[in-house]
């Protein structure tokens, strides 16, 4: 199985040479906030106003924005979610499926998930109508190379990263049944190639590898590391998936290995399998999909989890989405003793409306409890039993008064059993997309914050600037951070200066680079980032 992943790889390569090549509309992550998130494109023209853009996680995609207002370069929108990003980090507008992550032991998972923006190997799988399957070669990638820099007047406080990432989709490859997927990324430290040495896996993340085939137009089957939308708790699974459909069906199962959860190799130990059932609807206004899906996960042969998953979005009623989603587990193994039990282990839903069209509202809700691998993490158990769920609010309001201007607060509560006091935040924003006489855009920001430790304020402000034809692009921004740690009376003051410059320097190609400095007490912290793009 080990040698799986050489084979993809040899076959996700070859099909670079192809010619026909679609295009990507993939960005980055050029400023954020808590209200605000901004997204450099080499070109947005082709984006408009409500498209969602997603960021990849690990072995998935996430909804992070909502365009709110947008330029020939850039874009910008506010938080879908808590999910956490940084500068820098891909954007995509159109990405091949659009998954929720896999959580891990004791974290956070933010299930929000837009079903109406899925790819077009997936459309193409559930579409009825047409008897006969369209074999269009379409072909798209990504190769970059960015340097992560960070050093200070204090000696020990300084590191160099580097990161290479590639990314192919070749559908129909000489438009064939055959496609494939690929995603790698080789990250390591300047000073510590030792740990490389020892194991490749320390650097090298696999998070796509996988070649379909097509035998009918509703029905594929993948085989190498993918992560199935209809799964979409799971994540990325290394081995055979098959999926058919009838009508507004799909019918699908699966079986292979989970990632080792240390190091992301492959671990034939871990098998998983399990099948699901999904329906979609489809209307003028938009789509309404449902899932359920049952898996059993095992480490040695024994069952570290079995669980089932249920998963509700609708966008049928004009102006509103909504998303729903819940997870059983089915087995428990207390004293040595396993039995099976019915337990919610989370829940969440998310509701967006828009009132009128420059007014819109979001709120979500979830409570969770940690997922438990009993085999895996036998040692975590009992704590892990102990902790109490964790439950969250949030709501968000958007105003645009004006074509230009958008106003913005959001509030979020959250709280479980054994905290302090719960933690809350307050953030408002009011952004203008383009000032007259300068054609450039600017943001205020604020951000009060309380949690079971510290109280803190953010103030913020930023400038954007597109020069030289749209050919080079430039923002500058400052923030104030100010926290009061609760359990002492010391306290946190920064000053945050941020220099951010985009080349252009042909359709498919940029080099991009950003200068962060911060200044505390008589310490200062320097961030250096500079990335290198070439589309296909």
Same mark, same amino acid.
């Given at each position: 199985m080990k040698y799986l992943f050489l084979t993809i790889l040899l076959m996700a390569g070859a099909s670079i040479g192809y010619s026909q090549v679609e295009s990507e509309y993939q960005g980055k992550i050029s400023y954020l906030s808590a209200q605000s998130i901004y997204v450099r494109f080499d070109d947005s023209n082709n984006l408009h106003v409500g498209d969602t853009l997603y960021v990849k996680r690990t072995d998935s995609f996430k909804p992070i924005i909502v365009i709110e207002s947008r330029s020939s370069l850039s874009c910008m929108g506010t938080p879908l979610s808590s999910l956490e990003v940084s500068m820098g980090e891909d954007v995509y507008a159109n990405p091949p499926v659009v998954e929720a992550e896999q959580p891990a032991v004791g974290g956070e998972v933010d299930m929000v998930k837009d079903s109406t923006k899925i790819g077009s190997t997936i459309q193409e799988q559930s579409e009825t109508g047409e008897e006969e399957m369209k074999l269009e070669e379409r072909i798209r990638g990504r190769i970059s190379a960015s340097s992560y820099s960070r050093f200070s007047n204090e000696t020990d406080n300084s590191s160099h990263r580097l990161r290479y990432n590639f990314s192919l989709q070749a559908n129909n490859i000489g438009d064939s049944r055959f496609s494939t997927d690929t995603y790698l990324a080789f990250t390591h430290k300047t000073d510590? +190639?030792?740990?490389?040495?020892? #194991?490749?896996? %320390? !650097?090298?993340?696999? /998070?796509?590898? !996988? $070649?379909?085939?097509?035998? @009918?137009?509703? %029905? %594929?089957? +993948?085989?190498?590391?993918? $992560?199935?939308?209809?799964? %979409? #708790?799971? @994540? !990325?699974?290394?081995?055979?998936?098959?999926e058919t459909g009838l009508n507004d069906f799909r019918f699908g199962a699966v079986v292979g290995f989970r990632p080792d959860y240390q190091d992301y190799s492959l671990n034939t130990k871990l098998l998983e399998f399990g099948a699901y059932v999904a329906h979609d609807l489809k209307s003028d206004n938009g789509l309404m999909s449902n =899932?359920? !899906? &049952? &898996?059993?996960?095992? #480490?040695?042969?024994?069952?570290?989890?079995?669980?089932? /998953? &249920?998963?509700?979005?609708? =966008?049928?009623?004009?102006?509103? &989405?909504?998303? $729903? =989603?819940?997870e059983l587990d089915l087995y428990t193994l207390e004293n040595g003793i396993s039995t099976n039990t019915l337990s919610l282990t989370s829940l969440y839903f998310s509701l967006r409306y828009r009132i009128i069209c420059p007014l819109s509202v979001y709120v979500s809700y979830d409570a969770r409890k940690n997922v438990i691998y009993y085999e895996t993490f036998k040692n975590l158990v009992d704590r892990l039993l102990e902790e109490a769920t964790r439950q969250g609010l949030s709501f968000r309001v958007n105003y645009r008064p004006i074509n230009l201007l958008s106003i913005g607060l959001n509030t979020s509560y959250r709280v479980r059993d054994n905290d302090i006091r719960a933690t809350k935040t307050l953030n408002g924003f009011v952004s203008m997309s383009r000032i007259p006489g300068l054609d450039a855009s600017a943001t205020l920001s604020a951000n009060l914050l309380q949690t079971s430790y510290l109280d803190g304020q953010i103030f913020g402000a930023r400038f954007y600037k597109d020069l030289l034809n749209d050919k080079l692009y430039t923002s500058l921004g400052y923030r104030y951070v100010n926290y009061q740690y609760f359990d002492s009376s010391s306290e946190l003051k920064q000053h945050i200066g941020e220099l951010d410059l985009t080349w252009r320097i042909a359709r498919k190609f940029s080099l991009s680079a950003n200068y962060e400095m911060t200044i505390q007490d008589a310490s200062k912290y320097n961030n250096i980032y500079l990335n290198l793009t070439k589309r296909f």
């Open positions: 510590d +190639w030792t740990s490389v040495q020892e #194991n490749i896996f %320390s !650097a090298l993340k696999i /998070y796509s590898l !996988a $070649v379909k085939y097509q035998p @009918g137009k509703q %029905s %594929s089957i +993948w085989l190498g590391r993918r $992560v199935n939308r209809n799964l %979409s #708790n799971i @994540g !990325a699974i290394d081995g055979l998936q098959y =899932s359920l !899906a &049952f &898996f059993e996960q095992q #480490n040695k042969g024994n069952t570290d989890r079995r669980f089932m /998953y &249920f998963q509700h979005s609708n =966008s049928l009623l004009k102006n509103l &989405f909504l998303f $729903v =989603s819940s």
